[in-house]
Nanobody
Framework: QLQLVESGGGLVQPGGSLRLSCAAS????????IGWFRQAPEKGREGISC????????NYANSEKGRFTISRDNAKNTVYLQMNSLKPEDTAVYYC??????????????WGQGTQVTVSS
């Protein structure tokens, strides 16, 4: 069974950092692109960034440029989202998803269950 599991969320003060992990089980991430998304309360899902199977990065949201960095470690079958200088408006449930094309073409299929990030003093 293909499964993605997000972790690393939590409560952090404004200006703080978190590193989210997206671990795959039941399949190898090597040949897939992985995207990170988030959904804040009463808002729609927002794309953050995607990393292709070759390591090419597509950033979907301008506001997070320079603060959020996606990376992957195929040896650990895991994709990461490093988030720095966090703001209260970054509060959301963060999800990762598999892009079956391998090239960040928006063909997201399997999704994780999400991890809550709360930025508050």
């Amino acid at each position: 069974q293909l499964q993605l599991v997000e972790s690393g969320g939590g409560l952090v003060q404004p200006g703080g950092s978190l590193r989210l992990s997206c671990a795959a089980s039941g399949f190898t991430l090597d040949y897939y692109a992985i995207g990170w998304f988030r959904q804040a309360p009463e808002k729609g899902r927002e794309g953050i960034s995607c990393i292709s199977s070759q390591g090419w990065i597509t950033n979907y949201a301008n506001s997070e440029k320079g603060r959020f960095t996606i990376s992957r470690d195929n040896a650990k079958n895991t994709v990461y989202l490093q988030m720095n200088s966090l703001k209260p408006e970054d509060t959301a449930v963060y999800y990762c998803a598999v892009d079956n094309s391998g090239a960040c073409r928006g063909l997201f299929g399997t999704w994780g269950q999400g991890t809550q990030v709360t930025v508050s003093s």
